[in-house]
């Protein structure tokens, strides 16, 4: 089975920075997969912030485009996202995802959610 583990979420300042981690097991071929985080807020729907293909290409929402970053280690089969000047409005539950087909399409695979206060 298909296992996606968040680590890093933590409260923080607003400015601040955060290394949210995803550790994937179960899967044949990690890089082939789209990999993502998405983000949900209270009260609000579910949001996807980055996403990035198997070959490092890279998407972000508008709200978090200059500020956040994605990005893989195919060899560890490990996604990463680089949070910095971290605002309120950032603090959600942050999950990671992964699909093998193309990305933009949604996705199959979501880990549990790592939460992110920001204040």
């Known amino acids: 089975d298909v296992q996606l583990v968040e680590s890093g979420g933590a409260s923080e300042q607003v400015g601040g920075s955060l290394r949210l981690s995803c550790a994937a097991s179960g899967i044949v071929a990690y890089s082939g997969f789209c990999m993502g985080w998405s983000r949900q807020a209270p009260g609000k729907e579910r949001e996807t912030v980055a996403e990035i293909t198997g070959d490092g290409r890279t998407t972000y929402a508008d709200s978090v485009k200059g500020r956040f970053t994605i990005s893989r280690d195919n060899a560890k089969n490990t996604l990463y996202l680089q949070m910095s000047s971290l605002k309120p409005e950032d603090t959600a539950i942050y999950y990671c995802?992964?699909?093998?087909?193309?990305?933009?399409?949604?996705?199959?695979?979501w880990g549990q959610g790592t939460q992110v206060t920001v204040s």
């Open positions: 995802a992964g699909d093998p087909g193309a990305c933009g399409f949604g996705f199959d695979y």
